[in-house]
Every structure is written in C-alpha cells, then in structure tokens.
C-alpha cells in the first residue's frame, strides 16, 4: 500500500515536495511514477524513476521544475515541485510498477500498486 503526502495550497510560483511511502514492501527499489488529475481532466504522467538504472522521465509539462528522487535510508520517493504553475493543480498519486513511456508521454497502465492521492492547489 502507497501513501503519497505532503500536498497543501501553494502560492503560483511556489514550491512543494510530495513524499511517497510505501508499507509492507520496499519502494526504493521498484521503478515509481507520479501522476495527477486535475478537475475534469484525465489522469496524467508527471514523472516517473527507475532509480538504480538513473532512469528518469518527466512530462513536458513539468521539466526543469519538478523532481523526482529517492531516499534509500528512508525509503521514500519525493517529488520535488518548483516553480509551480495554477495548471499544476490537481491530485496529486504516486505509483509503484513499471515506468511506460510512449511518445514522451508517461503512461500508467504498467503501474501496480497505487496509493491515496494528495491535493496540490496552486492559488495566484
């Protein structure tokens, strides 16, 4: 079971990081995607690690702002979110499985294990 944290409201242009954890199973070593869904809108990619290969893939939408990144010695995988935009609003999943890109778009068929999603509000 995954448990993604650390959501809040965020002022356009400010930071957030999102912490997922993972009980019962280590995270760290399995490839981990974050996703969101913002209102009215389908589920998408935002970035996914396959983290002892240094594989890392980002959304278009979100490079050179967002970070995905693990801590072994905790066993958490962060998203680290700069620079934050009103579109970045959503709800924010973290997902254990495999990271399938296609097109630059990061798909979550192969994802297996989901967890509660965390709410991002980004206010201007």
């Known amino acids: 079971q995954l448990q993604a944290s650390g959501g809040g409201l965020v002022q356009s242009g400010g930071s957030l990081t999102l912490s997922c954890t993972a009980s019962?199973?280590?995270?760290?070593?399995?490839?981990v995607g974050w996703f969101r869904q913002a209102p009215g809108k389908e589920r998408e990619g935002v970035a996914c690690g396959v983290f002892n290969m240094n594989f890392l893939r980002y959304a278009e939408s979100v490079k050179g702002r967002f970070t995905i990144a693990t801590d072994n010695d905790t066993d958490t995988v962060y998203l680290r979110m700069n620079s934050l935009k009103l579109e970045d609003t959503g709800v924010y999943y973290c997902a254990a499985g495999q990271c399938g890109v296609v097109d630059g778009e990061i798909k979550d068929d192969g994802m297996k294990s989901w967890g509660k999603g965390t709410q991002v509000t980004v206010s201007s």
């Open positions: 019962g199973s280590i995270l760290t070593g399995r490839p």
